[in-house]
């Protein structure tokens, strides 16, 4: 064993003895703290007794921490993850005590909510002792997680060393290019500033580049387009299909490894990080072997399913378990205490924040966050080639809280932090890594529909069907317009007694939201209902949506056309004759409104409806059919333009006067950068293949 060795281990030795120790003084210290936690015997013990027993229960609580506490964590791997953070105080608190019950003297006692406490309080002092001592040193934590890396490693395929700079790709979702640009002005992201090469004399690393998603401006559509190479057929977060009579919903796993499933096939590809990846907290595989926290594989059962893995890695360290759950608790109080201000600031707009939501806010910007940070950092230092990694932070928060509200504004400091923690670790990596963060989709601001104008766009539809709405709907202006047009378009009353006028309940239309997109389908027809067909069924329902004040636009099948688009007033054009220059009812939505539409409705699941909220190009602001205040999924706004940001040392992702436009565009360009590393690549068609659509 050569002497650098030698001094690693006593290195090693001496922490492990210094934590043992600081642990030791604590469990004194909460000892005389705490009424119901004693470490001597009721009629008294010398000094050195007491501390002798507490030596032995702070090595004894050490030692099973780390030879139970993985096991524990593996047994709980069935417990979903939201559980799983508050469970580990209670673990923590059990470990504790059964500590004590080893203890041959038989002293130490303490009540079962005080060993909570305690345990949680040594665990604390114990990572932040180990991480003092530490802090000048690198190695541990590298070979640590190295350790971590193999062990996963050694369970996977046998392929060559790394050759080649590594790719990292890290998705900040729903974070917009202006959203960004503005956090890094504010001085919120320092680490994206100094790549940018602003406030630093050192030269850019990166560069930052706008793209244009697709109609459907959601993570289901774009991130599958980017793994995958295909987002066709995606009409939006939510759609009912007549053919299977269902519907699909782009974040739930049947759905997911559905959706991933049709791409493989239309593309003849196995995703983008097919050799040599690892895909973390995605909704898809991207074709990796290496998968945690992915959406797509999450409905399996049985030994391949491995989608907690990432969980088990995690958690498995007591020191990692205590601090994110004590995170975890924090960022729980926080919420409740953002909304409570707001709630009293009367601010506008606003949705509700209670229930479950502090709780599953908490876990996205906690729990999913270390867990998939510590997972890419893993791979890195096992030299994987490409590494696709998603963190919803952001997008959780800015839903209820707004895109540029303080509470965003403080997500994103952290996501830069988690940046920094990438970047730093490359460089203790076996090979050299070049990190691109980019994002899925931005989100506009604005109140939802719901608040504006008292009813649903769900409510709205009915009205116009001439179906029964709720009795205060009927009251709201919208409801009575809507009843009134059903009645000028039959030329007769309708009553709720008129029931002769109305259709049966199983004609009645499935209306789904996906943020500002809303999507009508009538599932007693078996195929996609036209303009004609829908008029003579429903007389007065398109000009209900087209004419309402919080509708922009409405895109419907036509027999005469193949498709239009319906305005106000009367407003109507051509699919096959929209384009940027003649607009018609889009003009407000920008360049690219157009093509996106006409590819929407080309979708042989598209909905017999498709409706896209008012947009004011002057606010930037949208009105969302769900209840966000902070939304993404149509068109308008910020939430169409996300942003790329790329190592200047790979090729511009786009050539002079070219824009990136839709995620498949995106993943010809990733496909492109991974070819430029000379490391195992993805195959190298210039173009997926295709099948007949």
């Given at each position: 064993m050569g002497g650098g060795r030698w001094r690693r281990v006593l290195s090693g030795v001496w922490r492990s003895i210094?934590?043992?120790?600081?642990?030791?003084?604590?469990?004194?210290?909460?000892?005389?703290?705490?009424?119901?936690?004693?470490?001597?015997?009721?009629?008294?013990?010398?000094?050195?007794?007491?501390?002798?027993?507490?030596?032995?229960?702070?090595?004894?609580?050490?030692?099973?921490?780390?030879?139970?506490?993985p096991l524990l964590v593996r047994l709980?791997?069935?417990?979903?993850?939201?559980?799983?953070?508050?469970?580990?105080?209670?673990?923590?608190?059990?470990?504790?005590?059964?500590?004590?019950?080893?203890?041959?003297?038989?002293?130490?006692?303490?009540?079962?909510?005080?060993?909570?406490?305690?345990?949680?309080?040594?665990?604390?002092?114990?990572?932040?002792?180990?991480?003092?001592?530490?802090?000048?040193?690198?190695?541990?934590?590298?070979?640590?997680?190295?350790?971590?890396?193999?062990?996963?490693?050694?369970?996977?395929?046998?392929?060559?060393?790394?050759?080649?700079?590594?790719?990292?790709?890290?998705?900040?979702?729903?974070?917009?290019?202006?959203?960004?640009?503005?956090?890094?002005?504010?001085?919120?992201?320092?680490?994206?500033?100094?790549?940018?090469?602003?406030?630093?004399?050192?030269?850019?690393?990166?560069?930052?580049?706008?793209?244009?998603?697709?109609?459907?401006?959601?993570?289901?559509?774009?991130?599958?387009?980017?793994?995958?190479?295909?987002?066709?057929?995606?009409?939006?977060?939510?759609?009912?299909?007549?053919?299977?009579?269902?519907?699909?919903?782009?974040?739930?796993?049947?759905?997911?490894?559905?959706?991933q499933r049709r791409a493989i096939e239309r593309t003849g590809d196995g995703g983008l990080l097919t050799v040599d990846g690892a895909s973390r907290g995605n909704l898809f595989s991207g074709g990796a072997e290496q998968l945690a926290l992915v959406l797509s594989i999450a409905a399996r059962r049985g030994k391949d399913n491995r989608s907690r893995a990432g969980y088990f890695t995690y958690f498995s360290d007591p020191a990692n378990a205590v601090r994110t759950a004590m995170s975890f608790v924090a960022d729980v109080f926080r919420e409740l205490g953002e909304s409570t201000r707001a709630r009293m600031r009367q601010q506008r707009p606003r949705v509700g924040r209670g229930g479950l939501y502090p709780f599953i806010r908490a876990f996205a910007t906690v729990v999913e966050r270390d867990v998939v940070v510590a997972a890419v950092i893993g791979d890195m230092l096992s030299g994987r080639a490409a590494i696709y990694a998603d963190l919803v932070a952001y997008d959780e928060v800015a839903h209820h809280s707004g895109p540029a509200s303080r509470d965003a504004e403080k997500v994103l400091e952290r996501l830069d932090r988690s940046l920094a923690l990438i970047a730093q670790v490359a460089e203790h990596a076996p090979r050299a890594y070049r990190v691109v963060v980019l994002s899925d989709h931005g989100q506009s601001p604005g109140e939802t529909f719901l608040a504006r104008y008292g009813l649903t766009l769900g409510n709205l539809v009915r009205a116009g069907c001439g179906l029964p709405v709720p009795r205060r709907v009927r009251r709201t202006h919208s409801g009575a317009e809507a009843r009134s047009a059903v009645r000028a378009a039959l030329r007769r009353p309708v009553e709720e007694g008129a029931g002769q006028h109305r259709p049966?309940?199983?004609?009645?239309?499935?209306?789904?939201?996906?943020?500002?997109?809303?999507?009508?389908?009538f599932p007693d027809v078996s195929h996609r209902m036209c303009k004609e067909e829908i008029d003579r069924r429903h007389p007065a329902l398109l000009s209900t949506l087209a004419n309402h004040p919080g509708i922009g636009f409405v895109l419907v099948g036509s027999e005469q056309h193949g498709g239009v688009v319906l305005g106000a007033h009367g407003a109507e054009i051509p699919v096959t004759e929209l384009t940027d220059e003649n607009p018609g009812p889009l003009a407000d939505f920008g360049p690219g409104a157009a093509d996106a539409v006409r590819r929407t409705h080309d979708f042989p699941h598209v909905a017999d409806i498709m409706v896209n909220s008012w947009y004011d190009p002057h606010d930037g602001e949208v009105l969302a059919f769900e209840e966000q205040i902070g939304s993404h999924g149509g068109l308008g706004g910020a939430q169409g333009r996300p942003f790329l940001l790329s190592p200047v040392a790979f090729s511009a992702p786009a050539g002079d006067g070219e824009e990136l436009v839709g995620a498949e565009h995106i993943h010809r360009v990733l496909r492109r950068w991974l070819r430029e590393c000379s490391g195992p690549q993805v195959p190298l068609e210039a173009e997926p293949k295709r099948r007949a659509a």
């Open positions: 210094a934590v043992w120790a600081v642990s030791t003084v604590t469990m004194l210290v909460l000892a005389g703290a705490l009424p119901d936690f004693q470490l001597q015997a009721d009629n008294g013990d010398s000094a050195t007794t007491i501390a002798v027993t507490a030596a032995f229960a702070a090595g004894a609580f050490g030692l099973l921490s780390s030879l139970v506490w709980l791997l069935l417990v979903p993850a939201l559980v799983l953070g508050l469970l580990v105080f209670f673990l923590n608190g059990s470990l504790l005590l059964l500590a004590l019950r080893l203890n041959p003297s038989g002293r130490g006692e303490v009540a079962p909510e005080t060993a909570v406490v305690v345990a949680a309080v040594m665990s604390a002092v114990a990572s932040a002792t180990g991480a003092a001592l530490a802090v000048r040193d690198d190695e541990p934590y590298r070979r640590r997680l190295y350790r971590i890396a193999d062990r996963r490693r050694r369970h996977a395929h046998d392929h060559p060393g790394p050759t080649g700079p590594g790719t990292v790709f890290v998705q900040l979702d729903g974070v917009g290019y202006e959203v960004l640009r503005a956090a890094v002005d504010k001085g919120l992201m320092p680490t994206v500033a100094q790549w940018l090469g602003q406030g630093s004399a050192r030269p850019a690393t990166h560069r930052l580049t706008p793209w244009r998603t697709d109609w459907s401006s959601q993570t289901g559509a774009s991130q599958l387009g980017i793994l995958h190479g295909t987002n066709h057929d995606i009409p939006a977060f939510r759609w009912y299909e007549k053919d299977s009579r269902e519907v699909m919903v782009c974040n739930r796993p049947s759905s997911a490894a559905e959706l049966s309940r199983r004609a009645e239309p499935v209306v789904l939201a996906s943020g500002n997109l809303g999507l009508v389908s």
